[in-house]
């Protein structure tokens, strides 16, 4: 029977280097019961390394986890990719891994915290998160696909790192479906500008890199079970 579920598909963990050090697996998750939603998807930039416990306090607590990555693109571009599961977006961070470069320095761009579901710290990145991948928009959304993931355009009412920013609109040939919105206020204004993207669903979340940015019940989607593959079937 389908549901309409509250989602916030765009939350960075204490893993990114511009996340907040409060943005622990149990406080987002502890966030998220808080605010009423039913599902939520970690997408730190460029590694997927604190999925694993988000999940795992997800599942205790009733909270969709969806395990997700925001991809930088060689053209700067921010893709949001989702997985089935935990494996999917494993294998997925290691081929990503291979095309970044650079050491992060955590005094110039934040630490990189790697945390367990019991919030103890296991270890630091030591990657250049914040960086780009060396793969084109199209490499990473065919990498993602062939995986069974999912792949949304971040921010695309966003003047940089966005996909219509950078490339000036969504090449047509790529398996997409949805694009997200960081303020639904804006959606018709980008529609007006932009009417290729009538043909995308929008998704609006919130990019939150402190636990308060966190969205509320605010954006809903309507699914034919709560579970990731509900989910990502819609994306
Ligand atoms: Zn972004
Ligand atoms: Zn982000």
Known sequence: MAMNIALDLHIHSALSPCGDSDMTPNNIVNMARLKGLDAIAVTDHNSAENVEA??????????VVLPGMEVQSREEVHLLCYFACLGRVLDFQERIYVHL????????FGEQVIMDEKDSITGH???????????????????????????????????????????????????????????????????????????????????????????????????????VLGILEQL
Not at 54 to 63: F, Q, R
Request: net charge positive; aromatic share 6%; charged share 30%.
């Open 54 to 63: 988000v999940m795992k306090l997800g599942y205790e607590k009733g909270i």
């Open 101 to 108: 470069e650079g050491k992060n320095r955590p005094d110039f």
């Open 125 to 227: 990145s030591d990657r250049l998160l914040i960086g780009s991948v060396g793969l084109s928009v199209e490499r990473i959304v065919n990498m993602a696909i062939g995986l069974g993931g999912r792949v949304v355009p971040a921010h695309v009412d966003k003047k940089t790192y966005s996909i219509i920013s950078n490339l000036g609109f969504i090449p047509p040939d790529l398996d997409i479906k949805s694009v997200e919105v960081s303020r639904p206020g804006n959606t018709a204004g980008l529609l007006r500008q932009h009417s290729q993207l009538k043909g995308y669903r929008m998704i609006h979340s919130s990019d939150a890199h402190r636990l308060e940015d966190m969205l509320e019940r605010e954006f809903f989607m309507e699914v034919k079970e709560k579970s």
